[in-house]
């Protein structure tokens, strides 16, 4: 081969090697929870969403990536569960949330996410019962919108408490907390969410893994 | 002008261009700077920025003024030639000049630049400020002590305790005009930095730190907040809006605030200066 | 040269290609680095889950074992090198052997390029082609971060990938331009500028691109660890709570520490103990000036480098705290150790440009250097000063403020022989004969980018004005002119002045000013509304903004797709003059009176037959029969010199 054809194959090589590496970073950069549209219900003036989640102590290997991660899950309206925290939700709507809570506790950082803010009457309800403050060491984690004002506490299991869930997605026949509230939907745009809660396991500050990941315990409300 | 050498022309050259900058920065530039005047604080880095763009204008000229010059009047016409030009090695007197020059102007920006400090307007001075406001400036100090305010940052968001209101926590970050403010920042968990460009104050928040930064607001109005120190995954969306109100509006809201949030604040810590991150290490 | 049969002896031209693919070189470099890299992870896992460690029973809760990617990094880099070949002369000579350097003669044609090479211009090369690969990398990186702020919201990647497209084109960037001068340029020339056959040490010099060119690899991989959050400055304690990929940073700067140490100290023994006869101090080229300066840097900060990212691996895996408050450890302690490197890291990043564009200027212009002495001693002020004023980037963290004027003065007073380069340009090109080659027009642009770069700092020095640039894209703006600016400006000066004197072709001269125009053009477009948006109170590293700074972010997103553009002419160009138009260069197209261009073209191998004696500096224009250098009356035995 003369030399020009060898420095014209390492040439290829190289760019070959180029584009792999361009496809690869833009694959990863890809990567990431898709959106999902939590089923609606009744239309016009009268027109709800219906938000049902579920947090985990451990998201489990069916659903996720990363089986020892704490992780929300998101329920549609064939009661299947899904691995997504970017939420599409129409624009200046009421969406009524149901969050079933089967963590246990770690306790709030910062006490004073611990006062239920932003909701329909700045209220919760918890099992049946309706609080506006939740003791901060008793939180398992937050739902928490921080450019709507919104803080929802959410408590967690005891830890004494029978029959718990050791993988997600759990089954709501074990142990867990029933927290609901309401809250309305402002203009369009993209808010994000995140839990309040320093519940990553193993991590510095339990602030690390599943805190700094989309899909787990942070994500986005797409009101459109 | 054709009397004139080299050299002369291009002062000449300079001194006009030089002159027309400033006064043009002065008139266009000098009164829409950052931060603006929205605080004692801004008012003066707005003047420091006036000062240095006034001294960038004079150094821009010249180093343009003399390479458009030399470069068009000293270019090789005759392409082709590689013609050498006169064997100058240096001249001690222009060295001279030179070092002498430069050193002044730095040594000018230097000492301008700490007076400014000493005004206070350096945003986060650590947990031992050298530059307090004085007890004198009563003018703006009904109460001749500074209100505290203590920023706390945490990933991701900005919360605020107000020790001398009752010890409220607050998501929002309202400051009364015309009143000298000491503010705390620190950090629950990494470092963030408590950034309010209208109000010159920017201080980052360590933990186990306490910073402290003095600001005087001058201007009611809505603030922006911003975090300067990537602290993770959502550091872009760690922004807010702040308000500067009037005293009777921010006693007002004061109140309210302490009403609002009274269930949860017997949870809060005792307030102190930082807070360690709680559990310290890994969590569960 | 002796035949000792220790050394291993490479396959001749004619033999087989599998012949000639069996034994030390990249391939079994690849192999038995991942071989290695397996190893040490399987082998941490099993020390980690056999022997039952306590402390480190967390990495079952996250999911992220450090500890194994750290051994499979460390195994892998080793077994790469290995695998080059490095080993094979230390064993040699502990068995014995005569020292040699039988690596330089006996590879051919591509295959050198591919092997361990202990010839300082084929090192150059290599380095010339690695570095500007990952320079193409992270400068997509950089396209796809523009892409990104087109928009307000975040659209194409999500936030947390976004971070690490940051952090992987910031570190990229800072690792591998660091040798950006130095690596293809000083290797290649600085023994030829000082009338040497070698360097000091060749084969540290090779090891020193090979361990660039596996950090590189390694940094990659950290996509893929989950991703690093951080941006190219690691902060911690950020940096403790971050994935696995995390440690891929530590290890890429550790390696990259490595290197650049080991190169500032084979510059410096090379330019202090190997120069000809003849060669003073006060006649040696700007540009072997510019490396030393920039040598001394790379020696003495790269070791603070390495050890605060020891201390942060530690922090990682075996739960030291050094940097973490709630466990007695600090924030700030991290933050200043990393400056103290970190700023005579910038400096090593400006250096090199200033010894380019002063060694260019006098060819261009026709005339000597102006001011030699003050040049020099402007470049070492430089250096020296660099170590006072680290404290700058951290004035509002709530450092003791008694110090702030103090560092504000060092500062600025660093600026002072910064001036200096500035003046012996001016003085240069003064009733000069200026030709506008490229080179020259690069070197021009410098002028121009490194003044905004320069003015930028000052208002960055200075506390007050600090307070509201620090951390925004003032500051990015200020490092880019700075660094892109000034770094990249003149890296392409040296390609178009010196790539002709390494393969013997010209580039061609139309496509090189097409390249520095619009590369001109649109750089400043990219980089000067970035004042502007710092100024209207952007902060860093952020995915979102205001949406009423969108039009300015589109400006400069439309303006850094050109500049790609640009670096697309530059590559065609290359391609081209070099593999296809292949125009001869001559020995001297600049009519450069400097040593390098009084030998052919490419270099020959052994550079000079005989020793040259050095008479005068390279800068005689216009000084009747002046030449640097005078073959000596007596010629040098044989076996002797090498």
């Not at chain 2, 603030?223 to 009037?246: N, P, W």
């Not at chain 3, 696995?244 to 500032?264: E, K």
């Not at chain 3, 102006?370 to 020099?376: D, E, P, S, T």
Request: glycine content about 12%; hydrophobic content about 45%; some cysteine.
């Amino acid at each position: 081969m003369s030399s020009l054809q060898k420095l014209l194959g390492i040439g290829v090589a190289v760019a070959i090697a180029g584009v792999l590496i361009g496809f690869y970073i833009t694959g990863f950069l890809m990567s990431g929870p898709t959106a999902f549209r939590p089923p609606v219900s009744g239309s016009g003036a009268s027109k709800t969403v219906d938000l049902t989640i579920q947090t985990d102590a451990a998201g489990g290997p069916t659903l996720t990536a990363n089986p020892s991660w704490v992780s929300y899950f998101v329920r549609d309206e064939n009661k299947q569960w899904h691995h997504s925290t970017i939420w599409t939700l129409p624009a200046h709507t009421r969406v009524n949330v149901t969050i079933y809570q089967f963590d246990g506790d770690s306790g709030l950082r910062n006490p004073f996410m611990a006062k239920v803010r932003g909701t329909l009457g700045n209220t919760m309800t918890v099992n049946g019962k309706t609080m506006n403050v939740l003791n901060p060491d008793d939180a398992s984690h937050t739902f928490a919108v921080p450019a709507m004002g919104l803080i929802v506490p959410l408590e967690g299991v005891a830890d004494n408490a029978k029959n718990q869930c050791g993988f997600g997605p759990c089954a709501l026949s074990t142990a867990h907390q029933t927290i609901t509230f309401s809250f309305v939907t402002p203009g369009k745009g993209r808010y994000r969410w995140q839990c309040f809660v320093p519940c990553a396991a193993g991590f510095l500050d339990g602030f690390g893994g599943p805190m700094q990941t989309l899909g787990y315990m942070d994500g986005f409300l797409d009101v459109t | 002008m054709r009397r004139l050498g080299h050299g002369g022309r291009i002062a000449v050259i300079w001194l006009l261009s030089t002159t027309v900058g400033m006064v043009l920065v002065a008139i266009f530039l000098a009164p829409i700077l950052p931060p603006g005047n929205g605080s004692k604080q801004a008012s003066g880095q707005q003047f420091d920025n006036e000062v240095l763009l006034l001294v960038s204008v004079a150094i821009t000229a010249m180093i343009v003024v003399y390479f458009g010059y030399t470069l068009i009047v000293f270019r090789e016409r005759d392409t082709k030639a590689t013609v050498d030009g006169p064997s100058i090695r240096g001249n001690a007197g222009i060295q001279t000049t030179w070092v002498v020059g430069t050193t002044i102007v730095v040594l000018f920006l230097a000492a301008f630049g700490t007076y400014e400090l000493l005004g206070g307007a350096g945003g986060g001075q650590g947990a031992n400020p050298v530059f307090v406001p004085s007890a004198s400036a009563a003018v703006l100090q009904p109460n001749h002590k500074p209100l505290q305010v203590q920023v706390i940052g945490q990933q991701w968001q900005f919360t605020f305790r107000y020790p001398s209101e009752g010890g409220f926590e607050s998501a929002s970050f309202v400051l009364p005009v015309n009143q000298e403010v000491e503010l705390h920042v620190t950090s629950l968990d990494v470092i963030h930095s408590f950034w309010v460009p209208a109000l010159g104050l920017k201080a980052d928040a360590n933990p186990g730190v306490d910073n402290v930064a003095y600001i005087t607001p001058k201007k009611v109005g809505p603030v922006q907040i911003h975090c300067a120190e990537l602290c993770g995954l959502f550091h872009g969306y760690m922004f807010d809006t702040g308000h500067v109100v009037s005293q009777s509006a921010f006693k007002a809201w004061a109140a309210s605030q302490r009403q609002f949030v009274s269930p949860i604040t017997k949870d809060l810590p005792k307030y102190d200066t930082h807070y360690l991150p709680d559990p310290p290490f890994r969590a569960g | 040269m002796s035949s000792d049969t220790a050394v291993v002896r490479t396959p001749g031209a004619g033999a087989p290609l599998w012949r000639r693919l069996v034994g030390f070189n990249l391939l079994t470099g690849i192999l038995l680095g991942i071989g290695g890299f397996y190893l040490g992870w399987f082998g941490a896992h099993w020390l980690v889950n056999g022997l039952d460690i306590e402390s480190l029973d967390y990495f079952g809760d996250t999911g992220q074992n450090d500890l194994a990617l750290f051994f499979g990094y460390i195994l892998g880099v080793i077994g790469f090198l290995v695998g080059l070949g490095f080993a094979n002369y230390p064993f040699a000579r502990l068995r014995g052997y005569p020292p040699s350097l039988r690596e330089k003669e006996e590879a051919r044609g591509v295959g050198r390029y591919l092997r361990l090479n202990t010839d300082h211009k084929v090192v150059g090369m290599q380095y010339f082609v690695g570095i500007g690969f990952f320079f193409l990398v992270a400068g997509l990186n950089a396209m796809l971060i523009r892409f990104e702020l087109l928009r307000p919201e975040p659209n194409v990647w999500p936030a947390g990938n976004y971070l690490t497209l940051v952090t992987e084109h910031g570190t990229m960037m800072m690792g591998m331009m660091t040798s950006g001068i130095l690596g293809p340029f000083a290797n290649y020339l600085v023994p030829i500028m000082i009338g040497a056959r070698r360097m000091a040490f060749p084969r540290i010099e090779a090891l020193t691109f090979w361990l660039l060119m596996a950090a590189g690899v390694i940094l990659i991989s950290g996509i893929e660890y989950g991703g690093i959050p951080t941006g190219w400055t690691g902060y911690e304690p950020l940096n403790d709570q971050a994935n696995m990929g995390m440690d891929a940073y530590i290890m890429f700067f550790a390696l990259v520490g490595l290197s650049m140490c080991l190169l500032g100290l084979n510059m410096l023994a090379t330019v202090i103990t190997m120069r000809a006869p003849g060669m003073t101090w006060t006649r040696l080229p700007m540009f072997v000036w510019g490396v030393l300066s920039t040598a001394v840097l790379m020696l003495l900060a790269a070791p603070v480098l390495i050890v605060v990212l020891m201390m942060a691996g530690f922090d990682r895996t075996i739960q030291t705290s050094f940097f973490i408050p709630a466990m007695g450890g600090s924030s700030y302690l991290f933050e200043n150790l990393f400056w103290v490197f970190g700023h005579p890291e910038v400096y090593i990043l400006a250096l090199p440009g200033f010894g380019i564009v002063l060694e260019l200027l006098p060819v261009f212009a026709r005339k000597p250097l102006w001011g030699y002495r003050l040049a020099v001693a402007g470049f070492l002020g430089v250096s020296l000063l660099s170590w006072t004023v680290w404290q700058h980037h951290i004035f509002v963290s709530g450092i003791n403020s008694d110090l702030r004027p103090f560092y504000m003065l060092s500062t600025e007073l660093i600026s002072i022989p910064t001036g200096f380069t500035f003046l012996c340009a001016m003085g240069t090109i003064w009733r000069g004969r200026i030709r506008f080659t490229v080179p020259m027009l690069f070197c021009l642009a410098w002028v121009f980018n490194f003044l905004f770069g320069g003015l930028s700092g000052i208002f960055l020095s200075d506390v007050p004005s600090d307070v509201t640039t620090h951390g925004s894209f003032f500051s990015m703006a200020h490092f880019h002119y700075t660094i892109m600016g000034g770094l990249i400006f003149t890296f392409f000066a040296a390609i178009y002045y010196w790539l002709p004197k390494m393969t013997g072709y010209m580039l061609n001269d139309r496509l090189g000013k097409a390249h520095f125009w619009l590369m001109f053009v649109s750089f400043n477009s990219t980089f000067g509304p970035l004042f502007a948006l710092g100024f209207l109170g952007m902060p860093r590293r952020v995915v979102t903004y205001p949406s009423n700074l969108q039009w300015l972010n589109d400006w400069v997103s439309a303006s850094a797709f050109v500049l790609g553009i640009s670096m697309l002419i530059f590559l065609v160009n290359l391609v081209y003059s070099q593999l296809f138009a292949r125009v001869p260069a001559g020995d001297n197209p600049w009519a450069s009176k400097s040593l390098e261009f009084q030998l052919p073209s490419p270099v020959p191998v052994h550079n000079f037959d005989r020793i040259p004696v050095i008479v005068g500096d390279p800068y005689g224009y216009g000084e009747e029969g002046s030449v640097v250098a005078r073959p000596p009356t007596v010629p040098i035995p044989a076996g002797g010199g090498a």
